[in-house]
């Protein structure tokens, strides 16, 4: 069975910073390209980033960049987020999420909600 | 940027309807189109990918067409079940970009 679990999210103020992690199993994970997707209460889904599958390659949104790194542990099986200088609107719950190619996203997580506020 | 704008917003409709959402991309994106479901504290659901191909474990009733800039996702006879928040999403080119959603419900 696929399993992507993420962790590491909670309430933070403006201006700190957090680590998500999502750990994968029941796939291969290092042949698979990872994203994190955001939604926001009452909001659509947002993308916020992707790495290859040897994670040689990184892309961001625009609204993160230079703020948030993704990376990854194929060791692990691990995914990473991390997020400096958050500020309100960056409050979501953030899913972690594979693609085989980086197209389509087959496989998601439950969703890890950050609360950025004071 | 690519926008995808995603139509109706909501639609409520009984068990056994016919239910159609299209999605327009502001520029074509081949086939490089995806569409999920989304229920409340539930992860995400691929549904359909490169526009027309039923993700594995998703029923037969659903189905996607379309190619370039617009693009269809059909429930053929709506079940309780599917009661959910459906998007649409291209993978043409980064960023990903997703539709603004249709919330489908049972009436």
């Known amino acids: 069975e696929v399993q992507l679990v993420e962790s590491g999210g909670g309430l933070v103020q403006p201006g700190g910073s957090l680590r998500l992690s999502c750990a994968a199993s029941?796939?291969?994970?290092?042949?698979?390209?990872m994203h994190w997707v955001r939604q926001t209460p009452g909001m659509g889904l947002v993308w916020v980033s992707r790495i290859s599958n040897d994670g040689s390659s990184t892309t961001y949104a625009d609204s993160v960049k230079g703020r948030f790194t993704i990376s990854r542990d194929n060791a692990k099986n691990t995914l990473y987020l991390q997020m400096n200088s958050l500020r309100a609107e960056d409050t979501a719950v953030y899913y972690c999420?594979?693609?085989?190619?980086?197209?389509?996203?087959?496989?998601w997580g439950q969703g890890n909600l950050v609360t950025v506020s004071s | 940027d690519i926008q995808m704008t995603q139509s109706p917003s909501s639609l409520s409709a009984s068990v056994g309807d016919r239910v159609t959402i299209t999605c327009r991309a502001s520029q074509s994106i081949s086939s490089y189109f995806n569409w999920y479901q989304v229920k409340p504290g539930k992860a995400p659901k691929l549904m359909i990918y490169t526009a027309s191909r039923l993700q594995s474990g998703v029923p037969s009733r659903f189905s996607g067409s379309g190619s370039g800039t617009d693009f269809t996702l059909t429930i053929r006879s709506l079940q309780p079940e599917d009661s959910a928040t459906y998007y649409c999403q291209q993978s043409y080119s980064t960023p990903l970009t997703f539709g603004g959603g249709t919330k489908v419900e049972i009436k």
């Open positions: 029941g796939f291969t994970f290092s042949r698979n390209w």
């Open positions: 999420t594979s693609s085989p190619y980086g197209g389509f996203l087959e496989y």
